[in-house]
């Protein structure tokens, strides 16, 4: 039976693939910039596409931004050293790890910004991510070598996370499949460590050589990929979810800290000030395009609804030999890079 449906979901798919070569052309450039200031360092970078906001952090408060014009929405302090947010709109929550101190996941009110409570966790929490699929929020502990999990309905005063799962090596960012495997670098082994979450327990370590120090990681559930930013050497490498195999390990520049990938597109931000852009041609994966960004813009965050990628940058001062440039104060922004 012809339904509305089935001429609905192939509609979407040929509307996908027409889009996919406009987007591999190598066109990509800065298009905008957003003045924000203040002071605070930065780290990752969340992309509320829906809310058509930004989720930075900045050391000791989170920002949200608005995507379209820049405006600072909301400044959430109260944070030590924060690192990542993870959102769950269907509970009007974000979850934000502060690895200051013992370490603390911060929870906040997605509407009002209003902090809720604050949960226990490990030293050094850090990457952050929420698997609708799983319901659940998951986070890092360098410090712990560990795994934290626990359900974004969790009590946010006194609540307590699930025990936590040992990788025994330094983890640095996460993915997860949606199907039970949650894939994390751990940056000082050269491996990608697999959590079962049924069984709570690493069952496979595969190794990121020819490359070294994994550290950004994003994922491309429909073709069983994940794009891996490496930093010794210096490499975006491509590999197989479901097998472990290196299938492309690509030149980027120095000082890559994320990767990013949509309708068919890799992305990885390096702050040397280059935003490597990689597609699959012919079967084999290239790089279309090198960037220029600011030096220090090594973290993204890409609206996969609009192609746009927002990276945090400052302005710096002169260099002096032997030293490394200092921020201008008060000259925190954010570059919007898009296609020309």
């Given at each position: 039976?012809?339904?509305?449906?089935n001429i609905i979901k192939p509609l979407a798919t040929l509307l996908v693939l027409a889009a996919m070569p406009c987007l591999a052309q190598s066109n990509w450039g800065v298009v905008s910039t957003?003045?924000?200031?203040?002071?605070?360092?930065?780290?990752?970078?969340?992309?509320?596409?829906?809310?058509?906001?930004?989720?930075?952090?900045?050391?000791?408060?989170?920002?949200?931004?608005?995507?379209?014009?820049?405006?600072?929405?909301?400044?959430?302090?109260?944070?030590?050293?924060?690192?990542?947010?993870?959102?769950?709109?269907?509970?009007?929550?974000?979850?934000?790890?502060?690895?200051?101190?013992?370490?603390?996941?911060?929870?906040?009110?997605?509407?009002?910004?209003?902090?809720?409570?604050?949960?226990?966790?490990?030293?050094?929490?850090?990457?952050?991510?929420?698997?609708?699929?799983?319901?659940?929020?998951?986070?890092?502990?360098?410090?712990?070598?560990?795994?934290?999990?626990?359900?974004?309905?969790?009590?946010?005063?006194?609540?307590?996370?699930?025990?936590?799962?040992?990788?025994?090596?330094?983890?640095?960012?996460?993915?997860?499949?949606?199907?039970?495997?949650?894939?994390?670098?751990?940056?000082?082994?050269?491996?990608?460590?697999?959590?079962d979450m049924k069984s709570r327990t690493v069952v496979s370590r595969w190794p990121v050589g020819p490359a070294g120090h994994p550290v950004g990681m994003a994922m491309d559930a429909a073709s069983?990929?994940?794009?891996?930013?490496?930093?010794?050497?210096?490499?975006?490498?491509?590999?197989?979810?479901?097998?472990?195999?290196?299938?492309?390990?690509?030149?980027?520049?120095?000082?890559?800290?994320?990767?990013?990938?949509?309708?068919?597109?890799?992305?990885?931000?390096?702050?040397?000030?280059?935003?490597?852009?990689?597609?699959?041609k012919a079967g084999t994966f290239d790089v279309l395009q090198t960037v220029k960004t600011p030096t220090g813009a090594k973290t993204m965050g890409l609206n996969a609804d609009t192609h746009r990628?927002?990276?945090?940058?400052?302005?710096?001062?002169?260099?002096?030999?032997?030293?490394?440039?200092?921020?201008?104060?008060?000259?925190?922004?954010?570059?919007?890079?898009?296609?020309?």
């Amino acid at each position: 039976m012809l339904t509305i449906r089935n001429i609905i979901k192939p509609l979407a798919t040929l509307l996908v693939l027409a889009a996919m070569p406009c987007l591999a052309q190598s066109n990509w450039g800065v298009v905008s910039t957003f003045q924000i200031g203040g002071e605070g360092s930065w780290d990752y970078v969340t992309v509320d596409a829906p809310g058509h906001r930004l989720f930075v952090t900045r050391a000791t408060h989170t920002q949200a931004i608005d995507t379209d014009t820049g405006k600072v929405l909301a400044d959430i302090t109260g944070q030590v050293r924060s690192h990542g947010v993870a959102i769950v709109p269907k509970l009007n929550r974000g979850f934000i790890t502060d690895g200051g101190g013992t370490g603390s996941i911060i929870v906040f009110d997605l509407k009002t910004y209003a902090v809720l409570g604050k949960l226990a966790t490990m030293p050094d929490s850090d990457g952050i991510i929420y698997d609708a699929k799983l319901d659940k929020v998951m986070a890092v502990s360098g410090d712990g070598n560990a795994l934290m999990t626990f359900s974004p309905d969790i009590d946010p005063k006194s609540g307590k996370i699930d025990p936590p799962i040992k990788l025994a090596g330094a983890p640095e960012f996460l993915a997860s499949d949606g199907s039970g495997k949650v894939f994390v670098n751990l940056e000082d082994k050269d491996v990608v460590a697999v959590v079962d979450m049924k069984s709570r327990t690493v069952v496979s370590r595969w190794p990121v050589g020819p490359a070294g120090h994994p550290v950004g990681m994003a994922m491309d559930a429909a073709s069983h990929r994940l794009f891996i930013g490496c930093r010794n050497p210096q490499k975006l490498v491509v590999m197989n979810n479901e097998t472990g195999k290196i299938e492309a390990s690509l030149p980027i520049g120095s000082g890559v800290d994320a990767t990013a990938v949509a309708a068919g597109l890799a992305f990885a931000s390096a702050g040397d000030g280059t935003l490597t852009v990689a597609a699959l041609k012919a079967g084999t994966f290239d790089v279309l395009q090198t960037v220029k960004t600011p030096t220090g813009a090594k973290t993204m965050g890409l609206n996969a609804d609009t192609h746009r990628i927002y990276l945090p940058a400052v302005d710096l001062e002169p260099a002096v030999a032997g030293a490394r440039p200092k921020q201008k104060p008060n000259t925190f922004k954010i570059v919007v890079v898009g296609q020309q």
